[in-house]
């Protein structure tokens, strides 16, 4: 009989002996692989922590006890155990359950997360908030050996270890990242330390040498250090020790026996403690065990499921293309539309490369996503020219204006998500010294199923109000290449925008350098001017075109620049219109629109031309985060498809006509 439809929440847990508890671990990865053949997702992450998700809800009791997961992508599990199962079909969907932990979804979701490195500081205020209240609530933090490198984990760790704040950390090491001493001495001796004669010893031999007269302190000193040295040469956490933090490892992340018996012993210790847990990720399913980058996050077809008592091997499905590499991949129904033109960032990589043949200035950099930028074609190539810095956003850009500043032609390649956290870096580093660093930012827009964390649509405002910094955008795949060039063809720190989403299929034009700051005139009209950044211009010309039919004549301006504008040709096209559009998948606050706002409003000032000339600014709205979905459902329900970009603009002008002191306004 099954057993994970029965399980309502954790408490169940505790009524099930090991044998079902193995059983439940083959069920929730036959769940998950089902469902992420249909949705998409983050498949290896998830099926790793299995049984490390099973242990710790059996031994903490969640939702009063919290678990934070860092980064969240790994949070299948948890929330197959945590009361939806019925709903775990809709994972990443519109309105569905999200791919990351949503506090909006369920109390045992600890914290909104989707960003590498955050939860060992999330926890630590958690246990901190706790111990001010007099709490008695357990916290858990499941990080990974990746995410704990990164700069913001460090400096957690450092401030855990020095306050001596009572939490559990699970290190989910399943990459290597952390080497372990592996053998009998090593597991030796973290049993020793995990058991309770082991620490009431330590304390009673302490306090007896420091009591011996005159030479105690000096004797309990070489005592310290002569166990620091054992400790040192049997296992690999002697940093964590340094640190003031108990290091246990290594467990075995797939043996629940060991693993109820470690964390349950190790919840009980004083102060902070790491345990270090190897795993495989993708465990349990071949095809992910074989290949773990590229089923990090995969897209597959529908399959025939393997009885619930097997641990299938995934041998009916076929590996994923270069498309399932990408973050998580959109569902298969997507993925086969979505793959049938390359996408802007193999567009990318490929000019890229072709530019890095003849220029040899020009080096690579990424933070730990070199398959997802594209910048592991690069890497290919120029083994000797690209630099991964692993989860390190802010080493990135600091490095970058080093590498400029030196006469090379750096190109970071981020997720617009990311790149986020390198604000300072980007103000006070790369602009500040207005060094030529060319800033890719992918995943610009709209990314969809991945939802809050991840959406591109805050870095366009952040960056406009920076100094030195050049941003462009391009209306189509082809354009992408040119602006690229333009890049190179100037001396100035440079952010070019371009979003996940697959080319329009356009043959290829021999690129050319655009100057900055000049944009594009497609078409002309009377009435109505549109002006758009980036792949966003291609819906307002249909948009336009919908206008069109019911009279309105509609000029479009392919701004190609957000910083600097092309004051003359939007100002000489703006002159008496009826109404100026400015179209950007980008929160509207501070944006693109608000730049030709500021414009419009300028020019108010000096020529009356311009004061009858209202402008209406169409993007995403900045009240709230944009939830997952699809991006063609999410595009759909912000009215940024172009349907809902002709519908804003009727219902503008409709608004125009019923305001008091306005000119008639009327089509044609």
């Not at 998700?53 to 948890?78: C, F, K, M, N």
């Not at 706790?130 to 957690?156: C, N, P, Q, T």
């Not at 090593?186 to 049993?191: D, E, F, G, M, R």
């Not at 992340?253 to 790491?274: F, K, M, Q, Y």
């Amino acid at each position: 009989m099954p057993i994970l439809p029965n399980i309502q929440g954790p408490e169940d847990l505790r009524g099930l002996d090991e044998v079902q508890l193995a059983q439940l671990a083959v069920e929730i990865r036959e769940t998950i692989v089902r469902t992420v053949a249909s949705t998409g997702g983050h498949l290896g992450s998830s099926l790793g922590v299995v049984e490390l998700t099973i242990a710790l809800h059996r031994l903490l009791e969640s939702p009063r006890d919290r678990i934070v997961w860092d980064t969240g992508h790994q949070a299948y599990p948890h929330k197959l155990l945590t009361g939806r199962f019925e709903r775990f079909g809709t994972l990443r969907q519109l309105d569905g359950v999200g791919g990351f932990p949503r506090r909006s979804e369920s109390p045992h979701d600890v914290f909104d997360g989707g960003h590498a490195g955050t939860g060992l500081s999330i926890a630590e205020g958690l246990a901190e908030a706790r111990d001010l209240r007099h709490g008695l609530e357990r916290i858990a933090v499941v990080v990974g050996d990746a995410a704990l490198m990164s700069g913001l984990s460090l400096e957690a760790l450092n401030d855990i270890g020095q306050r001596q704040t009572q939490m559990l950390i699970v290190v989910n090491d399943n990459e290597m990242s952390i080497s372990p001493t592996v053998g009998a001495f090593s597991t030796y001796l973290s049993k020793i330390k995990l058991s309770r004669t082991w620490r009431q010893s330590k304390s009673a031999y302490d306090r007896t040498v420091e009591r011996v007269p005159v030479v105690g302190p000096h004797l309990l000193e070489l005592s310290k250090r002569l166990r620091a040295s054992v400790v040192q040469f049997a296992q690999p956490g002697q940093l964590f020790e340094d640190l003031g933090i108990t290091y246990i490892g290594v467990v075995p992340g797939h043996d629940l026996h060991a693993l109820l018996v470690t964390l349950s012993r190790a919840l009980a210790l004083p102060g902070p403690t790491i345990v270090h847990v190897r795993t495989q990720k993708g465990r349990g399913f071949r095809p992910a065990e074989t290949d773990q980058v590229g089923f990090h996050g995969a897209a597959l077809p529908p399959i025939e499921m393997a009885p619930a008592t097997d641990a299938y091997d995934g041998s009916r499905v076929p590996m994923p293309t270069e498309s399932m590499t990408d973050d998580a991949a959109p569902p298969a129904r997507v993925a086969a539309t979505a793959t049938k033109n390359p996408n802007y960032t193999a567009v990318f990589a490929a000019e890229l490369i072709e530019l890095a043949r003849t220029d040899r200035r020009i080096v690579g950099i990424t933070a730990g996503m070199p398959t997802g930028t594209g910048m592991s074609k690069f890497q290919a190539e120029f083994p000797d020219r690209m630099f991964d810095v692993g989860i390190a956003e802010q080493h990135s850009m600091a490095m970058a204006t080093g590498l400029a500043m030196g006469g090379m032609r750096p190109v970071v390649a981020l997720y617009s998500t990311f790149l986020q956290r390198a604000f300072d870096q980007t103000v006070h580093d790369v602009c500040q010294n207005d060094q030529p660093v060319l800033i890719a930012v992918d995943r610009s827009g709209l990314v969809g199923e991945d939802g809050t964390s991840h959406q591109g649509m805050f870095t366009l405002p952040a960056q406009r109000q920076i100094p030195n910094l050049v941003i462009a955008s391009p209306k189509d795949e082809q354009e992408l290449r040119s602006l690229l060039r333009t890049a190179f063809a100037q001396d100035h720190p440079f952010a070019l925008h371009y979003p996940r989403d697959s080319g329009f299929g356009l043959e290829p034009v021999k690129p050319s350098v655009i100057p900055v700051g000049q944009g594009e005139m497609l078409r002309e009209g009377r009435d109505l001017l549109f002006v758009g950044f980036g792949p966003i211009v291609m819906r307002a010309l249909e948009a336009a075109s919908l206008l069109e039919a019911e009279g309105w004549s509609v000029g479009v301006i392919n701004a190609r620049y957000a910083r600097p504008l092309d004051r003359q040709l939007i100002l000489d096209q703006a002159r008496g219109k009826r109404m100026v559009v400015t179209f950007e998948e980008s929160v509207v606050t501070g944006g693109f629109g608000s730049g030709i706002l500021e414009l419009v409003e300028e020019a108010r000032l000096a020529d009356p031309a311009y004061r009858d000339v209202p402008v209406r600014i169409l993007g995403i709205p900045g009240e709230r985060f944009v939830d997952h979905g699809s991006v063609a459902d999410l595009r759909r329900v912000l009215r940024l498809d172009a349907p809902g970009l002709a519908a804003q603009v009727r219902e503008s002008l409709e608004t125009l006509r019923a305001t008091p002191g306005r000119s008639e306004v009327t089509a044609g």
